[in-house]
């Protein structure tokens, strides 16, 4: 059968602008789904179905104004629907009087059929209005803002282009596309704040970023808010590798290879990795599976002038010293002349970040997503030892081991650690 759907109780107000038509004929609704918007100078409210059915013929447009009682549309239902009392709750941020449920009497158009349960009238729909405050005084209607606020979009940031500055729906996914087609930037939460003019404090000298820097920051800001970090510092007596590395560098020299601690450094990690697979391994999207690597390829951070790159040294494993010395005196080279490629980048189970070259005696090395964990390493330094009865000069390395607390836990860090610490103490662990 066939039923007209008229405005119901709107608390009085009458000539209200017609300002969103949210279904079309044909269409299947449901009970309680949003029809039309209206939207008088103080207030925006959707009108809501009283009844699930089918729209055979929308009897508004835009920009007509309604009372109470107005036509909206025929609606066809099925036999066995009834119409109930029922208060539809639309979205409002201040809630205004709720008008009295008053059955309106509804004349029955001659053209439309009715059963005989709805003969007569259909029942009013008492309808909570959002109002508009000065938080809100933002043009847009209920079903905009619930669709906004499903996408996650700011209406603040929406430029209307409806009548008055209304944001409609398009508006709201206009701005979604052109939020993903933006660049990413390494602050994203600072990007809604006002520019600051530095210059009303002091002098000051504006210089571009770095395309390795703009990438490189992104990829360790997504890291560093999206995996929870915990840093476990350690040291290492390496006085022992020192003799050896020394040894070896002046047996080397002729070739020309410079042999520093790094090698040293990939070997022993590879070492330690093996006992403790969870480290050289990724998480799946998901976060529910944990892919365990059975090849050790090591990134290693090179300072290039124009910022961080991180080639990748594969199979460390299977290489000597002295070849990974070698390749690391090439990549660094190629890497600080932009001459690196994409594939040299890739594929890393695990990173090494050294500092040693330059100073410092702990920092907090960023996880190289996908990696689960980073060691960083700063400077040795010569350190009294209590050995027997006396004090000796070591040689000690400090270590940064940084490692994703979904993945690895505290006691595994340690363990980890003080493993590493052994290997670098005594080389012929490597073997073990
Ligand atoms: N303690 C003491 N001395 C160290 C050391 C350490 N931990 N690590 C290196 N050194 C020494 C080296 O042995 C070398 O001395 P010798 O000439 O006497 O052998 C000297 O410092 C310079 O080493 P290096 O830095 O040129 O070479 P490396 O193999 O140690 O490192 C590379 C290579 C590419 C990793 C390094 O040049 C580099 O770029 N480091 C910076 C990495 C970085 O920026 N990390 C931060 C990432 S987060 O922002």
């Given amino acids: 059968m066939d039923q007209q759907v008229v405005v119901p109780?709107?608390?009085?107000?009458?000539?209200?602008?017609i300002v969103e038509i949210l279904v079309k004929p044909g269409e299947s609704i449901e009970k309680e789904q949003s029809l039309i918007t209206l939207e008088s100078d103080k207030a925006a409210m959707e009108v809501p179905a009283?009844?699930?059915g089918t729209i055979k013929k929308l009897n508004v447009s835009i920009g007509d104004r309604v009372s109470e009682g107005a036509s909206i549309l025929l609606l066809n239902i099925a036999d066995d629907t009834e119409p109930k009392d029922q208060t539809i709750h639309t979205e409002s941020q201040k809630e205004q009087k709720t008008p009295d449920v008053q059955p309106t009497e509804v004349p029955e158009p001659e053209t439309v059929s009715t059963s005989d349960n709805l003969t007569g009238a259909l029942q009013s729909l008492p309808v909570k209005t959002a109002g508009f405050d000065d938080l809100y005084a933002i043009h847009a209607s209920p079903s905009v803002r619930r669709f906004a606020r499903e996408l996650g979009a700011d209406l603040s940031g929406v430029t209307g282009t409806g009548r008055?500055?209304?944001i409609l729906r398009d508006d709201v996914q206009s701005f979604i596309k052109a939020s993903l087609q933006q660049p990413r930037t390494s602050l994203p939460g600072f990007t809604n704040t006002p520019e600051i003019d530095f210059s009303n404090f002091g002098e000051i000298q504006t210089q571009a970023l770095s395309k390795i820097q703009r990438l490189s920051g992104d990829h360790l800001h997504k890291s560093w808010v999206s995996i929870p970090h915990v840093t476990q510092h350690g040291e290492?007596?390496?006085s022992d590798l020192e003799d050896f590395r020394r040894q070896l560098k002046n047996e080397l020299?002729?070739?020309?290879i410079k042999i520093t601690l790094l090698p040293f450094l990939m070997k022993s990690v590879v070492a330690t990795l093996q006992k403790f697979p969870t480290f050289n391994a990724s998480l799946n999207r998901a976060g529910s599976e944990l892919i365990v690597k059975k090849y050790f390829h090591i990134g290693v951070a090179v300072d290039t002038p124009d910022g961080l790159v991180v080639p990748v040294i594969r199979d460390v494993d299977r290489k000597g010293l002295v070849d990974l010395a070698v390749e690391l005196t090439d990549v660094s080279s190629r890497a600080r002349q932009k001459k690196l490629k994409p594939m040299e980048m890739q594929g890393g189970s695990f990173t090494i970040s050294s500092?040693?070259?330059i100073g410092g005696t702990a920092f907090t090395p960023i996880i190289n997503h996908p990696e689960v964990a980073i060691l960083g390493v700063s400077r040795s330094r010569l350190q009294p030892f209590w050995v027997d009865n006396a004090?000796?000069?070591?040689?000690?390395?400090?270590?940064?081991?940084?490692y994703d607390h979904r993945v690895i836990d505290g006691a595994a860090a340690a363990r980890f650690i003080v493993d590493l610490s052994q290997v670098l103490s005594d080389l012929r662990r490597v073997l073990v």
Avoid: H, T, Y
């Fill in 9 to 17: 109780d709107i608390g009085g107000i009458a000539d209200v602008e």
């Fill in 50 to 52: 009283p009844m699930a």
């Fill in 164 to 166: 008055k500055g209304r």
């Fill in 236 to 238: 290492s007596d390496i």
């Fill in 253 to 256: 020299k002729p070739q020309a």
């Fill in 355 to 357: 500092l040693g070259g």
């Fill in 391 to 402: 004090f000796e000069p070591r040689l000690m390395l400090p270590l940064s081991l940084s």
